[in-house]
């Protein structure tokens, strides 16, 4: 395995490289995590060149590519479970750390409890406010529905105002076509009844053959039954 | 045999290594000056005009974590001999060790060949392609920042994420586009 020796050779004289920077720099713990985190990421790529030699399937580049999506996916999720769990770690360990704390009676302990207070005072007011705005956002609901309602209700008016705006004129007419029908019937009555008495009149003239022609007045009438129109 | 090799010298502690490639050598300087501004880490910037780098400096040249060819995109040299210096790279350069950035592509409408070519090369060699706008100081601040990010993650300096990875996540794709065979 002669690439894996060189490896471990560039990995042996990592270390002594570190040790001098350390010794030469005097650098901060931070610093040293920071510089141990990048030679793992150099000894991953590393390995991870000397593992592409090994393997030597033949397979094409389109194949490859087309089982890329997955390997990318698995690793997306595995980093990402890696990280919440970390996540998770970091939370148990620092609320181990705050609890191991609070038990002590520092000055650090007294300031955490005032925050810890003022963390409480803050919640319990947060909740006050919450339920106000609940109870506000009910009421303007309510009033919301309130108007709507009333909204609907003129609708509803204004749509009876205008049909009955739209009927007024036909009663007015009914009773005066009505009122108009009465008068001319009995126009009509009174216009037969004439009629019946000049021809009554007249059939009376002329059967007495009486001579209306000397007396002014018959003479009148009688002149009036002829040019009267009959109207039948 | 002046193959550029990845992984033939040893690491630099937090340190990062950079190296541009610039045929016409207008914008390296600059680009260099912003980098080495920027960063929190110490970044060691090496410029040269094309591969194969000159012997002579084999001893003393730090192991390069990113190679960065810069094409212009006005002139047809520098996409030429960017195609030529490839020869000189180690296949395990193209692993996210390579990255490609463009400039003057505003100017550039009338040769779209050429960006249709730059494309193509990168995306077959699943290389991330950057656009820079390097006629400003604000532009190449911005275009060394850009490259700052990936070349943090080739030196290693960040945790959790290689510059494998992170190449799968800045993938370009070939023109046309339509044709690109999706994840089906």
Same mark, same amino acid.
């Given at each position: 395995?002669?690439?894996?020796?060189?490896?471990?050779?560039?990995?042996?004289?990592?270390?002594?490289? #570190?040790?001098?920077?350390?010794?030469?720099?005097?650098?901060?713990?931070?610093?040293?995590?920071?510089? +141990?985190?990048?030679?793992?990421n150099?000894?991953?790529?590393?390995?991870v060149?000397?593992? %592409?030699?090994?393997? /030597?399937?033949?397979?094409?580049?389109?194949?490859?590519?087309?089982?890329?999506?997955?390997?990318?996916?698995?690793?997306?999720?595995? +980093?990402?479970?890696?990280?919440?769990?970390?996540?998770?770690?970091?939370?148990?360990?620092?609320?181990? %750390?705050?609890?191991?704390?609070?038990?002590?009676?520092?000055?650090? #302990? %007294?300031?955490?409890?005032?925050?810890g207070?003022?963390?409480?005072?803050?919640?319990?007011?947060?909740?006050?406010?919450?339920?106000?705005?609940?109870?506000?956002?009910?009421?303007? =609901?309510?009033?919301? /529905?309130?108007?709507?309602?009333? +909204?609907?209700?003129?609708d509803?008016?204004?749509?009876?105002?205008?049909?009955?705006?739209?009927? +007024?004129?036909?009663?007015?007419?009914?009773?005066? /076509?009505?009122?108009?029908?009465?008068?001319? #019937?009995?126009?009509?009555?009174?216009?037969?009844?004439?009629?019946? =008495?000049?021809?009554?009149?007249?059939?009376?003239?002329?059967a007495? /053959?009486?001579?209306?022609?000397?007396?002014?007045?018959?003479?009148?009438t %009688?002149? =009036?039954?002829?040019?009267?129109?009959?109207?039948? | 045999?002046?193959?550029?090799?990845?992984?033939?010298?040893?690491?630099?502690?937090?340190?990062?290594?950079?190296? &541009?490639? *610039?045929? *016409?050598?207008?914008?390296?300087?600059?680009?260099?000056?912003?980098?080495?501004?920027?960063?929190?880490?110490?970044?060691?910037?090496?410029?040269?005009?094309?591969?194969? &780098?000159?012997?002579?400096? *084999?001893?003393?040249?730090?192991?390069?974590?990113?190679?960065v060819?810069?094409?212009n995109?006005?002139?047809?040299?520098?996409?030429?001999?960017?195609?030529?210096? &490839?020869?000189?790279?180690? !296949?395990?350069?193209?692993?996210?060790?390579?990255?490609?950035?463009?400039?003057?592509?505003?100017?550039?409408s009338?040769?779209?060949?050429?960006?249709?070519?730059?494309?193509?090369?990168?995306?077959?060699?699943?290389?991330?392609?950057? @656009?820079?706008?390097?006629?400003?100081?604000?532009?190449?601040?911005?275009?060394?920042?850009?490259?700052?990010?990936? &070349?943090?993650?080739?030196?290693?300096?960040?945790?959790?994420?290689?510059?494998?990875?992170?190449?799968?996540?800045?993938?370009?794709?070939?023109?046309?586009?339509?044709?690109? !065979?999706? @994840?089906?």
């Amino acid at each position: 395995m002669d690439a894996s020796d060189q490896m471990n050779e560039p990995i042996n004289q990592n270390d002594g490289l #570190a040790a001098e920077a350390c010794t030469q720099k005097g650098t901060s713990p931070a610093d040293m995590l920071r510089i +141990k985190q990048q030679m793992s990421n150099h000894c991953f790529e590393m390995s991870v060149q000397l593992n %592409a030699g090994k393997s /030597k399937r033949s397979c094409s580049a389109s194949e490859a590519e087309r089982g890329l999506p997955n390997y990318i996916s698995e690793l997306e999720r595995v +980093k990402m479970v890696h990280f919440n769990s970390t996540l998770a770690l970091h939370r148990m360990q620092m609320w181990h %750390a705050i609890g191991e704390k609070l038990k002590q009676t520092d000055p650090d #302990a %007294a300031a955490l409890m005032a925050v810890g207070d003022r963390c409480m005072v803050l919640c319990s007011k947060i909740k006050e406010l919450q339920n106000e705005n609940r109870n506000l956002q009910e009421n303007i =609901t309510e009033i919301q /529905k309130k108007r709507l309602e009333l +909204k609907r209700l003129t609708d509803e008016k204004m749509k009876e105002v205008e049909e009955l705006m739209s009927n +007024k004129e036909h009663p007015d007419s009914e009773k005066y /076509k009505t009122l108009l029908e009465k008068g001319q #019937a009995t126009l009509e009555k009174y216009k037969k009844m004439t009629t019946m =008495t000049q021809n009554v009149l007249r059939g009376i003239l002329l059967a007495c /053959k009486v001579n209306w022609l000397d007396d002014p007045k018959l003479r009148e009438t %009688a002149l =009036t039954l002829e040019d009267f129109p009959i109207s039948d | 045999m002046s193959v550029l090799k990845p992984f033939s010298k040893l690491p630099n502690l937090d340190t990062a290594s950079i190296l &541009l490639v *610039e045929n *016409e050598e207008q914008v390296q300087q600059g680009l260099a000056e912003a980098l080495v501004e920027d960063s929190a880490q110490a970044v060691n910037v090496r410029l040269a005009r094309s591969l194969p &780098l000159p012997l002579e400096n *084999e001893k003393t040249r730090p192991r390069i974590d990113l190679v960065v060819f810069i094409l212009n995109l006005t002139s047809d040299k520098s996409f030429k001999s960017a195609n030529e210096s &490839l020869k000189y790279l180690d !296949p395990g350069y193209f692993l996210g060790k390579v990255c490609f950035m463009v400039t003057n592509a505003r100017y550039a409408s009338g040769n779209m060949g050429r960006l249709d070519a730059v494309r193509k090369m990168a995306a077959s060699l699943h290389c991330p392609l950057l @656009f820079a706008e390097v006629q400003s100081p604000e532009g190449v601040t911005n275009a060394a920042r850009r490259l700052l990010t990936i &070349l943090k993650v080739a030196s290693g300096l960040v945790p959790n994420t290689s510059s494998l990875y992170l190449s799968n996540l800045t993938r370009c794709t070939k023109p046309p586009d339509i044709d690109q !065979p999706s @994840f089906d």
